[in-house]
C-alpha cells in the first residue's frame, strides 16, 4: 500500500494539474510528442513513463558514464561509483544489486543490440560504453512498454542510439565534424572525443568517432582518495547509412561501437576500493556492438518495417596478482584463484523484425507495431567462477496495438515467448538442456480532455524465463531453473502541457505518476543470510514526478522527482525493507538561457531514505551542482560550444545511496569543455 505521502503528494499534484491550458494534439502510445521547457525532454501523450536524455543534455552533464548520465531521472540509482566497470543502473528497484550488474529485469540496448545481461559476480551493468558514442538516450520506467523490447523487464528499458553523421552535416553533402577536449580536477580526468562525418551523396553517409577517457583516483568530500576509481578507456563508433529505392523508401545502417580497458593490478571486486579477500588483478575488458538494420518505408500506412540484426560481445580477462589476497595459503584460495584468474566471454546474436501500420476500423483508428524476435545467447563455460556456460536460444512474437477512438485510446500489448537453454558441460544427475514459455501482456488506457490535461492508467504482466545463470545440479539450481519468476505492475497518473499559462510567451509540462509492483515465484533473490532460500514475493510502490517551466525571457525550472517504498516477504512470513529500493530524491534545476548563446543553471540534488550496501541507513544529503555553456558567434570561438560545470560545490561528504561502505561519492569537481564543430 502506499504511504500517506504518497498519497497527499498525489493529491496536490492532481490539483495542479487541473489548470486549463491550450489544446494539444495527443500523438498516442507509439508516437510520442516530445516537448522541451527547460533542459530535459518530457514525452507527453503516452501512457508510457519515458524520459529522453538528448545530446545536448548528454554533454552538458558531462558525464563519466552512462550510468552517470540517466541517475537524474525519476526512479532510476547509480550503484557502486562513477567507473564504467563498477556502476549499475537500478530502476525502480530492479536491475543492478549489491552483489550483480544485473538481475535480468532491466533491458539495456545500444541501437537495438541487446547488451548488460550477464550476472558476474562483484561486477557492474556491462553497460560499458562512453557517453560520448550516443546522440539520445530513452529510459523507460516500468513493465508496459517493454513488450517490443523483451521479457521478465520489471524496471524498465535503457535505449542508446548512437550518433550519426548527418548531426554533423546538417544533412547536407560535403564533409562535417567535431573535437571535443574536456579537463576535470577531480581525478585529473582528460577525454578528447574526435567526429569525422561524410556525406558524398543525400542519398549516403558515414561516420568515424573515437573517444579516449583517462581519470586518475578521484577524492571524496572529506579529501581522502577512492580506491579503484581510476579507468582509461578508449571507445570507437563506425557508423553508415544508404538510402536507395523507389522514392527512397529504402536504407541499410551498419554500426560498430567497442570500448576497449586494460587495467593493471587493480581490485578484482568492482564494487570495492582494494583487494580485499579477493586480492588484484590484471583485467582487460572488451566490449563490442555490431548492428545492420534495414527499413522499408514506402508510400504506404500499412508499411514501415525494421529488420534488426545484431551481435553482442563482451571479453574479460583476467590474470591473478600473486601476493595480493590474505587468503593465500588457506583452503579457500584455489577457490579464489579459479574465481578471479579467468576468462569470461558473452556473445548474443539477435534478429528482430517488425511493422507499424497505420488502419481504421469503424470509428476507431489504430496505430499497430507487430513483429518477432530471435535471439541466441552464447556464454563460455567458466563453472568456478560462478559463470555456467552455455547457450539460450528464443523466440518471441509481440503485437503493441494504440486504438484511438475521440478522447479515449486503448493500447493492448502482448507478447509470447519461447526459451531453450544448453549447458555447455555435461551435467549428472540432471537434463542438460530445459524449454520453457510464456505469454505476457498488458492494457494501458489513456482520456484527453482536449484542454492540455490528459490521465491516464495501465496494468502490466510479465514473466522473466530461467536463465543461463541457473544452470547446475544443485536442488537449488534445478528449482529456478524450472521456475518462471512472474510480475504484475498498476500505474495511474495524469499529465499537463500548455503555453501561456502563468505569463506571456511561458510554458509548462508536468507529469505525475504512481505505480504499484509486486514479484513473486522469485528465483534470482534470497532471504538475508542465505544461499539457496528465495524470498517470497517483493512489493514496491512509489511516485514518480517530472515537471518543467519555462519563460518567454529564457528563465527555466526543470523538476524530477521519486518517492517511493519497498518491502521483501520471506517464506517464514516475516519482512524487512526491500534491499534495493530507491531512495527519496528530489532533483530541481534553475537556470537561464539567452538565445542559444549561453545557458546558465544550478541543480539541486536532495536525497532521503537512504541505505548502503549492507543496508545500514545513511543521512539525507543535498549536493549542489553548477552549469554553464557559452555558445559564442563571432570572432576566434565562433562555432565552438563552451562548457563549465561544478559538481558538488559545497564538497559534501556522503556515501550514495546502495553503494559499498568504503565507495564514497566523489568530492567537488570542476570540468571544462570545449567543442568545435567544422
Not at 524530477?560 to 531512495?583: Q, Y
Not at 545513511?618 to 560545470?645: E, M, Q
Amino acid at each position: 500500500m502506499l504511504t500517506p505521502m504518497l498519497r497527499g503528494t498525489t493529491a496536490l499534484v492532481c490539483l495542479s494539474l487541473a489548470a486549463p491550458v491550450a489544446a494539444q494534439d495527443d500523438p498516442g502510445f507509439l508516437g510520442t510528442l516530445i516537448l522541451t521547457a527547460g533542459k530535459r525532454d518530457l514525452s507527453f501523450g503516452t501512457a508510457l513513463s519515458r524520459s529522453v536524455v538528448d545530446e545536448t543534455e548528454i554533454q552538458d552533464r558531462q558525464a563519466s558514464t552512462v550510468a552517470q548520465l540517466i541517475d537524474s531521472v525519476p526512479g532510476v540509482t547509480l550503484v557502486n561509483g562513477t567507473t564504467p566497470q563498477g556502476s549499475g543502473i537500478n530502476i525502480r528497484g530492479f536491475g543492478a544489486n549489491t552483489t550483480f550488474g544485473s538481475d535480468q529485469k532491466i533491458a539495456v540496448q545500444v541501437d537495438g543490440a541487446s547488451v548488460g545481461s550477464e550476472e558476474l559476480y562483484r561486477i557492474g551493468t556491462q553497460l560499458f560504453t562512453d557517453p560520448f558514442l550516443y546522440r539520445q538516450v530513452d529510459v523507460l520506467r516500468g513493465t508496459i512498454g517493454s513488450f517490443a523490447y523483451g521479457s521478465g523487464i520489471v524496471g524498465g528499458v535503457v535505449s542508446l542510439e548512437t550518433k550519426d553523421a548527418s548531426d554533423f552535416t546538417d544533412g547536407q553533402t560535403g564533409f562535417g565534424g567535431s573535437q571535443t577536449f574536456e579537463l576535470s580536477s577531480n581525478g585529473s580526468g582528460k577525454v578528447s572525443s574526435t567526429n569525422l562525418a561524410w556525406m558524398p551523396t543525400e542519398r549516403a553517409e558515414f561516420l568515424l568517432n573515437y573517444t579516449l577517457r583517462d581519470q586518475d583516483d578521484l577524492t571524496d568530500g572529506n579529501g581522502d582518495t577512492i580506491g579503484n576509481s581510476a579507468f582509461r578507456t578508449p571507445s570507437y563508433l563506425a557508423k553508415g547509412k544508404v538510402t536507395f529505392g523507389q522514392d527512397d523508401a529504402q536504407s541499410l545502417t551498419f554500426s560498430h561501437t567497442r570500448t576497449l580497458a586494460d587495467d593493471k593490478d587493480v581490485p578484482y571486486d568492482q564494487f570495492a576500493t582494494d583487494g580485499g579477500s579477493f586480492g588484484n588483478v590484471d583485467r582487460v575488458t572488451d566490449t563490442a556492438q555490431t548492428v545492420l538494420e534495414y527499413r522499408f518505408d514506402p508510400a504506404s500506412d500499412l508499411i514501415d518495417l525494421r529488420a534488426n540484426l545484431s551481435h553482442a560481445d563482451q571479453r574479460i580477462e583476467y590474470d591473478y596478482i600473486a601476493g595480493s589476497s590474505p587468503l593465500e595459503g588457506t583452503p579457500s584460495f584455489p577457490f579464489l584463484v579459479n574465481t578471479v584468474d579467468a576468462e569470461q566471454r558473452y556473445e548474443t546474436t539477435k534478429l528482430s523484425v517488425s511493422n507499424r501500420a497505420l488502419f481504421s476500423t469503424g470509428d476507431v483508428s489504430h496505430d499497430m507495431l507487430a513483429g518477432f524476435d530471435l535471439q541466441r545467447r552464447e556464454r563460455a563455460d567458466n563453472t568456478a567462477a560462478g559463470a555456467p556456460g552455455g547457450t539460450n536460444d528464443r523466440f518471441a512474437v509481440f503485437v503493441v496495438d494504440e486504438m484511438s477512438f475521440g478522447r479515449v485510446t486503448l493500447t493492448p500489448a502482448l507478447r509470447y515467448e519461447t526459451s531453450r537453454i544448453e549447458s555447455a558441460a555435461s551435467l549428472v544427475g540432471v537434463p542438460n538442456t530445459y524449454e520453457s514459455d510464456a505469454l505476457m501482456g498488458g492494457v494501458a488506457l489513456s482520456y484527453d480532455f482536449d484542454n492540455g490535461l490528459s490521465v491516464f492508467g495501465s496494468a502490466a504482466y510479465t514473466e522473466g524465463l530461467p536463465i543461463i545463470d541457473d544452470l547446475g545440479t544443485s536442488e537449488t539450481a534445478q528449482r529456478r531453473i524450472g521456475m518462471p519468476e512472474k510480475s504484475h505492475t498498476f500505474e495511474v497518473g495524469a499529465e499537463y502541457a500548455g503555453d501561456d499559462v502563468f505569463a506571456p510567451g511561458d510554458r509548462l509540462t508536468l507529469r505525475g505518476t504512481l505505480y504499484q509492483t509486486e514479484l513473486w515465484d522469485i528465483t534470482s533473490y534470497t532471504v538475508s543470510e542465505s544461499t539457496s532460500a528465495e524470498l517470497e514475493r517483493v512489493e514496491t510502490s512509489g511516485f514518480e514526478l517530472e515537471a518543467s517551466y519555462g519563460m518567454a525571457n529564457g528563465f527555466y525550472v526543470d523538476v524530477a522527482g521519486h518517492l517511493g517504498e519497498g518491502t521483501e516477504f520471506n517464506p517464514d512470513g516475516s519482512s524487512t525493507t526491500w534491499r534495493n529500493s530507491p531512495a527519496d530524491r528530489l532533483q530541481v534545476a534553475l537556470g537561464r538561457k539567452w538565445d542559444d548563446h549561453l545557458d546558465l543553471s544550478w541543480e539541486i540534488v536532495q536525497a532521503a531514505d537512504r541505505r548502503d550496501a549492507l543496508g545500514a541507513d545513511l543521512s539525507d544529503s543535498t549536493v549542489h551542482n553548477l552549469r554553464a555553456t557559452w555558445r559564442p558567434d563571432r570572432g576566434l570561438l565562433d562555432g565552438t560550444d563552451v562548457r563549465f560545470g561544478i559538481e558538488n560545490v559545497l564538497d559534501a561528504d556522503y556515501l550514495s545511496h546502495l553503494s559499498s561502505p568504503t565507495r564514497k561519492a566523489p568530492g567537488r569537481s570542476v570540468k571544462l569543455s570545449l567543442t568545435t564543430t567544422f
